[in-house]
């Protein structure tokens, strides 16, 4: 317990360290938002995969997906790492640079207001993304509390109120220039854990061989292509997962401040490594948590025999992992949470001061004034994730589903298409995103799970801007 206690705090120390010496470093809203766009593609892979996942997909989805459908879930890494890894970099990576260099844009609210000649999107689209980050942040620290609860017996709200406090901190001080540079640290330790934490778990298990076996005695299914849930709700989690990256804010802020295509095409091949290696990792160990869990072993992840998904993993991370190396996973979760944080907390900030404030109220802000409203904003960004932490509405899951399914639903057929093709026009994309993100809401709110309201909310989002497009022909707000 003692070198568990000093070494996070070395941790704590380094990221503060870090915070400050970006906080010297940041003159500009350029700077603290984008890093003065010159970040190269080593930095940018490691920030893209380490925002991409986090305490969510370790502690949530692992657990969860694991349990339900097995090794099967497998083909949910795959699809992260060949679609929302390698085919957004691939297709959207050098498009979005060339268009935030053309448009002057530092977010997406402002490339909707520029490429479909709209400020009414634009509001529309700041207030979408502080509101449904908001549920995704709170995941992350629903995740991250569990495990510093199983990992320090700590009080949950305790750990809940440090993490918070952590975050804003670290945030506050240096922007995404510090975020970058100490992702490159946080991914390195990411890659480490889950090395330790998938030859551990091969070995507790006795080889692939024997975990399928183990799998299908429990049910034959769990170690099928598809599991027991069925081909619907594993192409929905697939598709969600894989196909949101196209127009998540925080995903898509990478190529903002890339540096060049140089940079694009190096950053493609390691980030897709690294996506492999991550979802791979967690996914394959998810599937394990029904040979390694149940309730005479782990009683605290069981309700009336029932497991609570997002206790599962942490109680896993005990089992098979040598108390000597616990700490490895503590590190490797939350560095992959600290950068997940750092991403939304940003965008969700910018939304209000850049987008919202400089936008519409105050035009004429000053650069230094626009950098503080950030910085105040992202504490309080922190402050209402945290509020919503505390009372754990919904599994990381179902939270994470709406989050990733609104925004989604909201954004990917106005962006996807606005930036591929020239023909789209402002009903188009209106249409499009209202219409999606109305059909997303709900179906949640009439009790479809949320992956699969987000999954049916995006496909219309991303077949109505084109089809309404060539309806309104006359109407096409492409200013190039």
């Known amino acids: 317990m003692i070198i568990k206690i000093l070494l996070i705090s070395a941790f704590a120390l380094m990221i503060i360290y870090v915070g400050i010496a970006g906080l010297r470093r940041t003159k500009s809203f350029s700077d603290f938002f984008l890093g003065g766009r010159n970040i190269g593609p080593w930095m940018t892979a490691f920030t893209y995969g380490a925002a991409y996942f ?9 657990g969860k997906i694991g349990w339900d459908f097995g090794l099967s879930g497998l083909w949910i890494a795959l699809g992260n790492s060949l679609v929302g890894v390698f085919g957004v970099w691939l297709l959207m990576g050098n498009r ?18 520029k490429r479909y000649n709209s400020k ?27 495990l510093f609860q199983v990992n320090f017996n700590t009080d949950y709200t305790l750990a809940l ?63 099928e292509i598809v599991g027991p849930p069925g081909l619907w709700p594993l192409f929905s989690l697939v598709f969600l997962t ?34 492999i290696i991550i979802s791979g990792t967690a996914y394959f160990t998810g599937a394990t948590t029904r040979i390694f869990i149940n309730p005479e072993n782990a009683p605290s992840a069981f309700i009336d025999g029932k497991p609570i998904f997002d206790a599962l993993m942490p109680e896993l991370l005990t089992n098979v992992i040598p108390s000597s190396l616990s700490i490895l996973m503590l590190l490797l979760i939350l560095s992959a949470s600290m950068s997940t944080l750092a991403a939304l907390v940003l965008i969700s900030s910018s939304s209000v001061s850049k987008d919202i404030y400089a936008g519409f109220i105050k035009k004429d802000i000053s650069d230094k004034n626009l950098t503080m409203l950030m910085r105040i904003s992202s504490g309080f960004f922190v402050f209402l994730s945290v509020i919503l932490a505390y009372f754990k509405p919904a599994t990381i899951v179902a939270i994470l589903g709406i989050s990733w399914g ?36 709900y179906l949640y709110l009439t009790g479809t799970p949320s992956p699969q309201a987000g999954t049916i909310g995006m496909l219309a989002s991303l077949i109505l801007n084109p089809l309404i497009s060539i309806i309104f022909r006359n109407e096409r707000t492409d200013q190039q």
């Not at 995903?251 to 690294?274: C, E, N, P």
């Open 161 to 223: 109120i440090c993490m918070g406090l952590f975050t804003a901190l670290y945030i506050v001080l240096g922007g995404y220039k510090s975020m970058t540079m100490i992702d490159v640290i946080f991914g390195i330790i990411m890659i480490a854990g889950t090395a330790v934490l998938f030859t551990n778990t091969m070995e507790s298990a006795g080889g692939w061989m024997m975990i399928q076996e183990k799998l299908s005695l429990i049910n034959p299914k769990l170690s």
């Open 406 to 441: 609104a925004i989604g639903s909201a954004f990917l057929g106005p962006f996807f298409w606005g930036i591929i093709s020239k023909r789209m026009s402002k009903a188009g994309a209106i249409v499009s995103s209202v219409a999606g993100l109305g059909l997303c809401l």
């Open 242 to 275: 894989s196909v949101a990256p196209f127009a998540m804010p925080q995903l898509v802020q990478k190529f903002y401040a890339i540096k060049d295509k140089r940079a694009i095409r190096i950053g493609m091949i390691a980030s897709t490594i690294f996506s």
């Open 120 to 146: 009414g999107f634009r509001l529309y689209s700041s207030i979408a993304i502080f509101i449904f980050f908001i549920p995704y942040s709170a995941a992350v620290f629903i995740g991250l509390s569990y």
């Open 54 to 62: 986090s305490a969510v997909i370790f502690i949530g989805f692992a």
């Open 96 to 113: 979005i640079k060339k268009m935030s260099v053309e448009y002057d844009v530092h977010t997406m609210p402002e490339f909707f207001e």
